[in-house]
């Protein structure tokens, strides 16, 4: 009778020992996934963290070369100080501009010249027989849905281009090229600074145009520098932006008022062009450590003589 208690004493504590064993093992890996799980949680939203902080930056996309032989479709005034021309034809078939500061390159041959669009070869640009007319970049201003390419042109004293834009008419040619390339700059960086003078202004209207599309409205200040008050007419139409204007080419002011500005630390960008000299003064304003260089585009559209 005894040996047969302790055969069932022994069965009981055999048995309870499996459960418990079979407990902790199961245990054990439930800990060992869970704890797998966070790492591979963590991992993926560290990528993710990275690949946002990535898609935040501006990206460049190279485009396909061409040359265009475009039809004059109007002339229309856009303002005190633009004019405005629209092109079209057949030729105009796949163009693409990616960035709201994309530059084309318009050429200007002289009076009773005739030129040929150049070719795109596998060996280069063959550029054919003759003088190579003289050559402006400007913003192209492109309508998809009417498939018709706009270039406002700032009217001043002493430009081949002011002087091609006032005299252009309808049924005219103009030749041009590219864009080669984008700098393709997200749109919806909250803070968002952008300075300039009547040079930069055809790409600051067509960016605030892409802004004025966005559901939420970033917070955007524009400081323009025009030679006249008259000129303001030109972006009249764009209300809703912190447009800042300095009447009268004055470098020291602007600096003056940039110096004003607080960057915010993150998740910003900041646009300078106009002449070269200036740009480059007003560009040392942001270059600290704690601005992102990534985020801050400075150009020059003009040079001084």
């Given at each position: 009778?005894?040996?047969?208690?302790?055969?069932?004493?022994?069965?009981?504590?055999?048995?309870?020992?499996?459960?418990?064993?079979?407990?902790?093992?199961?245990?054990?890996?439930?800990?060992?996934?869970?704890?797998?799980?966070?790492?591979?949680?963590?991992?993926?939203?560290?990528?993710?963290?990275?690949?946002?902080?990535?898609?935040?930056?501006?990206?460049?996309?190279?485009?396909?070369?061409?040359?265009?032989?475009?039809?004059?479709?109007?002339?229309?005034?856009?303002?005190?100080?633009?004019?405005?021309?629209?092109?079209?034809?057949?030729?105009?078939?796949?163009?693409?501009?990616?960035?709201?500061?994309?530059?084309?390159?318009?050429?200007?041959?002289?009076?009773?010249?005739?030129?040929?669009?150049?070719?795109?070869?596998?060996?280069?640009?063959?550029?054919?027989?003759?003088?190579?007319?003289?050559?402006?970049?400007?913003?192209?201003?492109?309508?998809?849905?009417?498939?018709?390419?706009?270039?406002?042109?700032?009217?001043?004293?002493?430009?081949?281009?002011?002087?091609?834009?006032?005299?252009?008419?309808?049924?005219?040619?103009?030749?041009?090229?590219?864009?080669?390339?984008?700098?393709?700059?997200?749109?919806?960086?909250?803070w968002q600074l952008y300075v300039c003078d009547e040079s930069g202004m055809p790409a600051l209207r067509r960016r605030l145009l892409g802004l004025r599309q966005l559901p939420a409205r970033p917070q955007v200040t524009a400081i323009v520098t025009i030679a006249d008050a008259s000129y303001k007419d030109y972006l009249a139409d764009l209300d809703g932006f912190n447009i800042e204007w300095v009447v009268?080419?004055?470098?020291?002011?602007?600096?003056?008022?940039?110096?004003?500005?607080?960057?915010?630390?993150?998740?910003?960008?900041?646009?300078?062009?106009?002449?070269?000299?200036?740009?480059?003064?007003?560009?040392?304003?942001?270059?600290?450590?704690?601005?992102?260089?990534?985020?801050?585009?400075?150009?020059?559209?003009?040079?001084?003589?």
């Amino acid at each position: 009778m005894i040996v047969f208690w302790m055969w069932i004493l022994m069965r009981f504590v055999l048995t309870i020992s499996k459960k418990r064993l079979a407990f902790f093992f199961s245990w054990q890996s439930l800990s060992f996934a869970s704890s797998l799980d966070i790492s591979i949680y963590r991992s993926r939203r560290q990528s993710m963290m990275t690949k946002t902080k990535a898609d935040k930056y501006p990206q460049r996309v190279r485009n396909e070369l061409r040359f265009r032989e475009l039809t004059v479709l109007r002339v229309e005034r856009a303002g005190a100080a633009f004019q405005r021309i629209v092109l079209g034809g057949e030729a105009l078939e796949g163009f693409a501009s990616h960035g709201f500061d994309d530059h084309t390159k318009l050429f200007f041959p002289e009076p009773g010249a005739a030129f040929t669009p150049p070719q795109v070869t596998e060996e280069g640009i063959d550029w054919g027989e003759g003088v190579r007319p003289a050559t402006r970049d400007y913003t192209p201003l492109y309508d998809a849905e009417r498939h018709e390419l706009a270039y406002d042109f700032y009217i001043h004293d002493g430009g081949i281009a002011s002087r091609w834009a006032l005299e252009a008419k309808v049924g005219d040619k103009l030749v041009i090229g590219g864009p080669r390339g984008s700098l393709v700059v997200p749109e919806d960086y909250a803070w968002q600074l952008y300075v300039c003078d009547e040079s930069g202004m055809p790409a600051l209207r067509r960016r605030l145009l892409g802004l004025r599309q966005l559901p939420a409205r970033p917070q955007v200040t524009a400081i323009v520098t025009i030679a006249d008050a008259s000129y303001k007419d030109y972006l009249a139409d764009l209300d809703g932006f912190n447009i800042e204007w300095v009447v009268g080419h004055n470098p020291a002011f602007v600096a003056e008022r940039l110096a004003q500005v607080k960057v915010p630390a993150e998740d910003y960008f900041i646009w300078l062009t106009g002449e070269g000299a200036v740009v480059k003064s007003l560009l040392a304003r942001f270059e600290d450590e704690s601005i992102d260089q990534q985020l801050v585009r400075s150009q020059a559209y003009w040079h001084s003589k």
